[in-house]
């Protein structure tokens, strides 16, 4: 046991060691990017020189140290990276241009002044909003973002990046490439540009042969090595610029700049509090999107998961923390989080390294930072923003060739286009926003198109009602003025519509439109307005709207009670449980006005039964004395489930259904219809119950009755038996031709 106890924790030692040291590669080859977007943030103070970029340069390792490290002590997730990004940067920059335009010819130390004590307030404000957002929950918004937008956000930050390494790579001058954009390639220097790429080509060498090795470091450590070699061998090489010496003592940052002029401060803070608060606000969005979805693209490339309301509160207090003390606004920047764990690290260990790596490197690293090529940081980053490219649109494009339902692939990819475009060219802010946008009205219209679920008319959906032979014949052609209308999905503002204009395209000769609800997961208010206002314009043109799957207590029937209502006095409810009972309604209403059959639960004579079919009336009296009349209380069993035959009933008043132990109706009989023959003919146990509707009467045949007809009668009952056949065969057809209508 002692022996596993100090090795386990030789093992922590070693992997603190491990983490500390990713750490650092992460530090150290995404120093470039810190540099210059603390330059980016300061360039409106351009007119104090020096001290301007000094300023920025000072306020973006702050960002690292300082925030950062709170962020690493609090974040959870697989790697608590955090920095300046291209986008906060930006912002910051809106500000102080701003504080630079109102200033007015002020000294310089003022100036810089106004400028600290504004940015300060500022970030301190966003930390604050961004535990407020955490305290509301608001931290799983990036949660909802969908797919296609978050690859084409990473894409266009991986593009962002490498767009970024241009000038590095070719040794150019930032100042001429900002200046001569893309005419400027023709001053490259060759020699860098293959440094640059032959370090990248080194780290990804590593990676796939010797994925244990911290590829990032080794291939940063040759690179500085050939950068520093080479010319010694052919002096006449120009390699481009080192990264220079970095003074952090340069001015007194955040709000201890005001420290000395308070009345300065206050005034400045005063003078510009409605720029500082919406700068505040910005920050606090767009910062909080970008890191929400950078902290998703990492978990999705490393198959982890982050708490997002525990890294927003870990965000927040990082910046209300550091903004105080001078530093850039903070977020979770991937490009910082993706070179340390490509280096080996994990997790606050690693974390925690590249603070420390970065406090070391502006203070007793100076030296070594200056030291450092700027072509080869530019080769390690281009590794790691091809790394930070989505992954999850890859195979699209192959299936947009040659896949299924390429025209949703398409749909998806014209969205990842988009949104890297517009992150590229705009910024993340509108990119993620159009994205969102583009896929809202996407998903919009995929549910207009999918809303309908099935079409059919009540010859090929029947309801499950046994009716006598003379009204099955009318039922035969009038059942295709039924429509029946299976929904799926959710009804609401964008896809109520569409059912309105499926309701435009009846045929002429319609009496009944029903809307089967079962599978319709909600109904919002909007849709309810469009039922009604369906249901007027149905009114106006001789259509009855039955609403289905609408059961008493549901959510659906809550929603739907400012809709229901009777359609007049005496008249069944427009809502059904099931599309069953809801075609039954509209055969019933079709039979009354073709037969002026208004209550088929009426009483009829044994004679008109389906039993006494075409027997003469002798016959019809020696039968009826033969059967043992019953009466039947709604709600009453009439037979269970398995128990043994004892013939066959008549149905001559009332209703009765034939329904599992659960309740779900099976079949239901109308007067002079029969039921139980199937268990009489064969011989087995009851395969369902009978339960009577209303008050019923049947009329009992029993097997000994039948068998005595078979020795008195024999003629007599073997028209008994035609007619059970009969009867079956009518049933079966009905079913044949519901069948073959659902086939097409």
Known sequence: MTVETGHMGLLGRSSLITAGAAGAVGALVTVAIVLTLGVIAFAPLSQLGAAGAQAGIVAAFLCVVLSAAVYALLGNSVMPAGGPSSATALL???????????????????????????????????????????????????????????????????LLILLSQLPALLALPPERWQADGWRAVNALQPAALALGLGTAALVWLLQWRAPRLPASLLGL??????????????????????????????????????????????????????????????????????????????????????????ELRALGLSNLLGGPLGALPMAHVRARAISILQAGGRGRAGAAGAVLASALLVTWGAPAIAALPQTVLAGVMVTIAVSLADRWSAPLWQRLRHGPGRRTVGRSLAIVVLVCALTVWQGPALGVAAGMLLATIDFVHGMNRLLIRNRSDGTVQPSRRVYRPALEALLQTARGRITVLALEGALFFGSAERVADEADTLPADCRFLVLDLRRVSTVDDSAVAVLGQLQQQLARRGVGLLLAGVVPGSAHQQQLQTFLHTTGAGAAPVCFSDTDHAVEHAERQLLATAAGDTDLGSSLPLAQSALMHTLTPAQVSTVSGCLQRRQLRAGERLFNEGDAADGLYVLTQGSVSITSASGQRFVSFSPATMLGELAMLDGNGRSASAVADTDSVVHLLSCEALAQLAQDDATLCALLYRNIAVHLAQRLRVATHAWRGAAG
């Open 92 to 158: 910051a920059a809106a500000l102080l241009a701003r504080v630079v335009a109102t200033a007015g010819d002020v000294a310089p130390a003022e100036l810089l002044l106004q400028a600290w004590v504004c940015l300060a307030a500022a970030v301190t404000s966003m930390g604050a909003l961004q535990l407020l957002m955490a305290a509301l929950r608001l931290g799983r918004l990036a949660s909802v973002v969908p797919q296609p937008v978050l690859s084409g956000f990473m894409n266009g930050i991986a």
């Open 221 to 310: 450590l040759a690179g500085v090595a050939a950068y520093h070699l080479l010319p010694r061998l052919w002096p006449a090489l120009q390699m481009g610029p080192t990264l220079g010496a970095i003074d952090i003592t340069a001015a007194w940052p955040g709000l201890l700049a005001g420290l000395a002029q308070p009345e300065a401060a206050a005034s400045a803070l005063g003078r510009h509090a409605g720029a500082i608060a919406l700068t505040a606000v910005l920050l606090a969005s767009i910062g909080t999107l970008e890191s929400m979805l950078n902290l998703r693209a990492v978990d999705q490339q490393h198959g982890t998961r982050h708490q997002q309301g525990r």
